[in-house]
């Protein structure tokens, strides 16, 4: 079974901090993302990676940045974070577009509270 | 502009009644259609890929169907254990790398 493993569940952190958010996948993915869920917002894309260095923005990646030095591996940077940044953010992983089986395969989540 | 819209937002059913989940799309280039389990504080779990209209999948209680232009997710005989919020996306094939996820139906099934 493909594994997503996120650094942490839950996490608090003060105003102006920098966090970490990491996350591992065991597939061999090409493909990776991060994304952030809210209550009636759904899914967003923060920002996704299709190779090692290689990253992509996504729909809302103000405040964020990534980094992708191993393919297994994808690290979301919250360079100084804020109280709007208080969210579930989830790590997927995916095969490239272009084969089949091309669905994403999520980690538990990280719930963040900025305080 | 590509974009996903799930039906109802929420649902509650009866142990035993059955009933469908709506999810819409507009897209340019249909790659995929995946639909997905999500428990509360946890990360969604694939369940189905669907790729071209007139296509079915099953798995246990759920059947998943596709038009051109919509997806339903029926749910025959549902249990307590099938509450859960079920999200749809949809990935485009203009050679991008981005899925498109709707904002899900929170499904309640009471005994």
């Known amino acids: 079974d493909v594994k997503v493993t996120q650094s942490s569940r839950y996490l608090v952190k003060r105003t102006g901090e920098k966090v970490f958010l990491e996350c591992v996948q065991d597939?061999?993915?090409?493909?990776m993302f991060w994304y952030r869920q809210d209550p009636g917002l759904g899914l967003r894309l923060i920002y996704f990676?299709?190779?090692?260095?290689?990253?992509e923005k996504g729909d809302i990646p103000e405040g964020y940045s990534v980094s992708r030095e191993k393919k297994e591996r994808f690290s979301l940077i919250l360079e100084s974070a804020s109280t709007n940044q208080t969210s579930m953010y989830l790590c997927?992983?995916?095969?490239?577009?272009?084969?089949?089986?091309?669905?994403?395969?999520f980690g538990q989540g990280t719930r963040l509270t900025v305080v | 502009e590509d974009q996903v819209t799930q039906s109802p937002e929420a649902l509650r059913l009866q142990e035993g009644e059955s009933s469908s989940l709506n999810c819409s799309y507009t897209v340019s280039g249909l790659r995929g259609l995946f639909w997905y389990r999500q428990d509360p504080g946890k990360g969604p779990e694939f369940l189905f890929t669907?790729?071209?209209a007139g296509e079915e999948k099953e798995k246990e209680r759920l059947k998943a169907t596709l038009t051109k232009k919509e997806s339903f997710l029926h749910i025959t005989a549902p249990k307590p254990e099938d509450s859960a919020t079920y999200l749809c996306a949809v990935q485009a094939d203009t050679g991008g790398f981005k899925t498109i996820f709707g904002a899900g139906t929170r499904l309640f099934v009471k005994a």
């Open positions: 997927a992983s995916s095969l490239r577009p272009g084969e089949q089986n091309t669905e994403a395969f």
């Open positions: 669907l790729y071209s």
């Open positions: 597939m061999d993915h090409e493909n």
């Open positions: 990676s299709y190779d090692v260095k290689m990253k």
